[in-house]
Structures are given as C-alpha cells and as structure tokens.
C-alpha cells in the first residue's frame, strides 16, 4: 500500500510560481510511474503531467496547457515527485492531486483510473 502526501499549494497571483511536492511512503517509490491531475468544482479530474518510472527514463508528459510553463521532476532518493508551476494563469486554480501507478502503457497515462493510489490534494488559488 501506497500512501501520497501534497504540499506546496496555496494562493498566488496570476505570473507567480509555485512548486508542489509530494511523498510517497510505503513502497518502493522508482518502481512507479507519477502523474499530477487537478480537479475544480464540478467538473471531472483533469490529467496535468506525468513522469514514467523505473526502466522507462523519467519521461515526462504534460496536458497542451501547461506545456512550458510546467515541469514534472521526480527525485527517487527522497521518494517525492515535484511540480513546478511557473507563470500561472487564472485557469490553474484547483485541487492538485498527486497519483501513483504502474503497468500502464503510455496512452493511457491520462486516464484516472488507471493510478491505484492518490493523495488528498492541495490547492492552488490564482488571482487575478
């Protein structure tokens, strides 16, 4: 079992930069491929980055709006994933969500369902 926890959320004004961690505990952390997805009221679960793990390079994919702009790093000595957010947008503002998961085939990685394990979210406000 797998257990993720987010930090780094909070408020920012529209240009600002933030940058999320989170930590995995539980399991061995290199073996998984990341994925950070951001969900606003009402609406689904919205797929945000994603970093492979062990064996695939560390590729790293991300939703068109953020490319840029975003940047997805993982540091397996310290188990965590980062997400650097750099000149934010009113339109990022929402619960960031951190996911685990493996054996998935790349188009596939934007799909929710297929993380088995989650964090409770942070959130990002961007005023503007």
């Known amino acids: 079992q797998v257990q993720l926890a987010e930090s780094g959320g909070g408020l920012v004004q529209a240009g600002g930069s933030l940058r999320l961690s989170c930590t995995a505990s539980?399991?061995?952390?290199?073996?998984?491929?990341m994925g950070w997805f951001r969900q606003t009221p009402g609406k689904e679960r919205e797929f945000v980055a994603h970093?492979?793990?062990?064996?695939?390079?560390?590729?790293?994919h991300y939703r068109d709006s953020v490319k840029g702009r975003f940047t997805i790093s993982r540091d397996n000595a310290k188990n965590t994933v980062y997400l650097q957010m750099n000149s934010l947008e009113s339109g990022d503002t929402a619960v960031y969500y951190c996911?685990?998961?493996?054996?998935?085939?790349?188009?596939?990685?934007?799909?929710?369902?297929?993380?088995?394990?989650w964090g409770q979210g942070t959130q990002v406000t961007v005023s503007s």
């Open positions: 539980g399991g061995t952390f290199s073996n998984y491929a």
């Open positions: 996911a685990a998961g493996t054996g998935m085939i790349l188009s596939s990685i934007r799909t929710p369902a297929q993380y088995s394990y």
């Open positions: 970093i492979r793990g062990r064996g695939h390079g560390g590729t790293t």
